[in-house]
């Protein structure tokens, strides 16, 4: 009986040993081996949330091809929401990808939603944000970065105004008239049209920039109708349109009416070749892809931010085979010399923001 007992206990004693090592075994240090929320051990789950729709041709669009390549050459889980265009719906979209506590890491951008990812930022403070297009100050688990929309805009600015100056290119006018519809009146917006007159001065400082908003970045009717009154009223023979989803009504009428125009965000030379001229390319698929590199590699730096310029390939123009097909090499060659100008630090260009 004795023997019995004997062994019992110690089955007791060897099974209590074995709990108290899993249990040491399971609280693993969060820094040294912290698995991913993806649950798939090497895979970092993303969640790219959208305060708007894909399908832009431009800003958010961009955006998604610099996910997608994350997808395939970083090996990363990134789910995509679209949160829609009602404004009231993004607060509990955003806060129902935080709350679940399933994603490493959360994208998403624009100063519309600065003050929405702040306080969630601040609500759950083990989630990492991931932020584009504005900048979220002082918070340990956000990463900001920023574009050099007027830098970006200079350029656009001076082609803009070598191209209304321009005897090669048979729709310009003899009037130098240059068109800008932005999507909505707001600070980020008025960056870019600051640059653009900047750059337009640059070459010409008797060329006019006549300008309207659409009061959205998704009615493009409202653009197109914009456009056709800056050409038909104020003679403007070449837009710029900042304006989202709603800037494809403002490429459309242009290339009705014949004159020249200028894509923003992605390259949208291929919509109406000859008509879109160049586009401001505002790189956020080479910006995100960059931050999600850096963030696999533990290298990104929360609780600061970056600006992106000429210089770091923030933006620029596009200058594809449809470029150089249509525009003539004397604009060509005065733009890759303003371009170095502004990559050097030669020209300086002043930011409203």
């Given at each position: 009986?004795?023997?019995?007992?004997?062994?019992?206990?110690?089955?007791?004693?060897?099974?209590?040993?074995?709990?108290?090592?899993?249990?040491?075994?399971?609280?693993?240090?969060?820094?040294?081996?912290?698995?991913?929320?993806?649950?798939?051990?090497?895979?970092?789950?993303?969640?790219?949330?959208?305060?708007g729709t894909l399908g832009d041709k431009s800003f958010f669009d961009s955006a998604k091809r610099g996910v997608e390549k994350a997808v395939k050459e970083l090996d990363m889980e990134v789910k995509t929401i679209?949160?829609?265009?009602?404004?009231?719906?993004?607060?509990?979209?955003?806060?129902?990808?935080?709350?679940?506590?399933?994603?490493?890491?959360?994208?998403?951008?624009?100063?519309?939603?600065?003050?929405?990812?702040?306080?969630?930022?601040?609500?759950?403070?083990?989630?990492?944000?991931?932020?584009?297009?504005?900048?979220?100050?002082?918070?340990?688990?956000?990463?900001?970065?920023?574009?050099?929309?007027?830098?970006?805009?200079?350029?656009?600015?001076?082609?803009?105004?070598?191209?209304?100056?321009?005897?090669?290119?048979?729709?310009?006018?003899?009037?130098?008239?240059?068109?800008?519809?932005?999507?909505?009146?707001?600070?980020?917006?008025?960056?870019?049209?600051?640059?653009?007159?900047?750059?337009?001065?640059?070459?010409?400082?008797?060329?006019?920039?006549?300008?309207?908003?659409?009061?959205?970045?998704?009615?493009?009717?409202?653009?197109?109708?914009?456009?056709?009154?800056?050409?038909?009223?104020?003679?403007?023979?070449?837009?710029?349109?900042?304006?989202?989803?709603?800037?494809?009504?403002?490429?459309?009428?242009?290339?009705?009416?014949?004159?020249?125009?200028?894509?923003?965000?992605?390259?949208?030379?291929?919509?109406?070749?000859?008509?879109?001229?160049?586009?401001?390319?505002k790189n956020l698929d080479t910006s995100t892809f960059r931050a999600l590199e850096l963030f696999k590699q533990g290298k990104l730096p929360f609780g600061s931010h970056e600006t992106l310029g000429v210089k770091?390939?923030?933006?620029?123009?596009?200058?594809?085979?449809?470029?150089?097909?249509?525009?003539?090499?004397?604009?060509?060659?005065?733009?890759?010399?303003?371009?170095?100008?502004?990559?050097?630090?030669?020209?300086?260009?002043?930011?409203?923001?």
């Open positions: 009986m004795r023997k019995k007992s004997n062994f019992k206990l110690l089955t007791v004693i060897l099974a209590s040993l074995m709990l108290i090592l899993a249990a040491c075994g399971g609280n693993k240090s969060s820094d040294d081996n912290k698995e991913n929320k993806s649950g798939s051990g090497d895979k970092i789950s993303v969640a790219y949330y959208v305060n679209e949160g829609g265009t009602n404004q009231a719906d993004w607060p509990a979209g955003i806060e129902s990808l935080a709350s679940s506590n399933k994603y490493d890491a959360i994208l998403v951008g624009t100063g519309q939603t600065v003050e929405i990812v702040a306080e969630l930022a601040q609500k759950y403070p083990d989630q990492k944000f991931i932020f584009f297009d504005d900048v979220i100050k002082d918070q340990p688990n956000v990463y900001s970065m920023t574009y050099s929309q007027s830098e970006g805009s200079f350029l656009a600015g001076a082609f803009a105004a070598l191209v209304t100056t321009s005897t090669d290119l048979k729709q310009a006018n003899p009037e130098k008239v240059l068109g800008f519809v932005g999507g909505m009146d707001i600070p980020i917006i008025n960056d870019f049209k600051s640059g653009y007159e900047q750059g337009a001065k640059y070459i010409d400082p008797e060329v006019k920039v006549v300008t309207s908003y659409i009061g959205n970045f998704a009615d493009a009717p409202k653009g197109k109708e914009l456009t056709l009154a800056q050409i038909n009223s104020q003679k403007a023979d070449i837009v710029y349109q900042v304006a989202g989803a709603a800037g494809l009504g403002i490429l459309e009428g242009a290339n009705e009416k014949g004159v020249y125009s200028i894509g923003v965000d992605s390259n949208q030379n291929g919509l109406y070749p000859g008509s879109v001229l160049t586009s401001m390319l770091e390939d923030g933006v620029g123009l596009a200058q594809d085979d449809l470029f150089n097909e249509h525009v003539p090499q004397a604009v060509r060659d005065k733009i890759a010399e303003i371009q170095e100008k502004l990559s050097n630090g030669e020209i300086k260009v002043k930011s409203t923001l």
